[in-house]
C-alpha cells in the first residue's frame, strides 16, 4: 500500500470505528425488572433461588448485565420489595429473548411469590 494512502485509511477506519462504538452507547438500554413482594411458599422460594446460576447463565447468553439482584432493598417509602433484580440488554429482542427462555422460572417465582416482572426502556442521555 502507498504511504499516501495508508493515513487516510487509517482515519477512516478509526472514524468508523468511533461511530460503531457512539451508536452503542447512545443506544438507550433496555431494563427487565424483577421484583418479589412477598413469600408465600417457603420451599418453592428456597427451589427458585436453586436457579439463580442458571438465570446468571442465561443473562450472559443474551449478553445482559446484571445492575442490581439483592434481598437487600431499603424502603424509602412504603415497603421494600423482599428480592429485586435489574438487569441491562442493549435491545428489546434480547431482553424479550432473555424473558422467553426463563418461562420455568417465571412460573416457579409466581407458584411462589407475589412478584412482578416488566420491562423498561431506559434512556441514553442523563439530562
Same mark, same amino acid.
Given at each position: 500500500m502507498?504511504?499516501?494512502y495508508a493515513l487516510p485509511l487509517a482515519v477512516a477506519i478509526g472514524l468508523g470505528f468511533g =461511530?460503531?462504538?457512539h451508536a452503542r452507547t447512545t443506544t438507550p438500554p433496555i431494563y427487565v425488572v424483577v421484583e418479589i413482594?412477598?413469600?408465600t411458599d417457603?420451599?418453592?422460594f428456597e427451589a427458585l433461588r436453586q436457579t439463580?446460576?442458571?438465570t446468571a447463565l442465561e443473562v450472559q447468553f443474551e449478553d445482559g448485565r446484571y445492575f442490581a439482584r439483592t434481598e437487600k432493598v431499603t424502603a424509602l417509602d412504603r415497603? =421494600?420489595?423482599k428480592f429485586f433484580a435489574l438487569i441491562a440488554f442493549d435491545n428489546m429482542t434480547r431482553a424479550k429473548d432473555f424473558n422467553d427462555s426463563m418461562k420455568n422460572t417465571t412460573a416457579l417465582r409466581t407458584k411462589a411469590t407475589k412478584s412482578r416482572s416488566f420491562i423498561v426502556e431506559g434512556t441514553s442521555h442523563w439530562h
Amino acid at each position: 500500500m502507498k504511504i499516501q494512502y495508508a493515513l487516510p485509511l487509517a482515519v477512516a477506519i478509526g472514524l468508523g470505528f468511533g =461511530a460503531v462504538v457512539h451508536a452503542r452507547t447512545t443506544t438507550p438500554p433496555i431494563y427487565v425488572v424483577v421484583e418479589i413482594d412477598e413469600i408465600t411458599d417457603a420451599n418453592g422460594f428456597e427451589a427458585l433461588r436453586q436457579t439463580a446460576d442458571a438465570t446468571a447463565l442465561e443473562v450472559q447468553f443474551e449478553d445482559g448485565r446484571y445492575f442490581a439482584r439483592t434481598e437487600k432493598v431499603t424502603a424509602l417509602d412504603r415497603s =421494600a420489595p423482599k428480592f429485586f433484580a435489574l438487569i441491562a440488554f442493549d435491545n428489546m429482542t434480547r431482553a424479550k429473548d432473555f424473558n422467553d427462555s426463563m418461562k420455568n422460572t417465571t412460573a416457579l417465582r409466581t407458584k411462589a411469590t407475589k412478584s412482578r416482572s416488566f420491562i423498561v426502556e431506559g434512556t441514553s442521555h442523563w439530562h
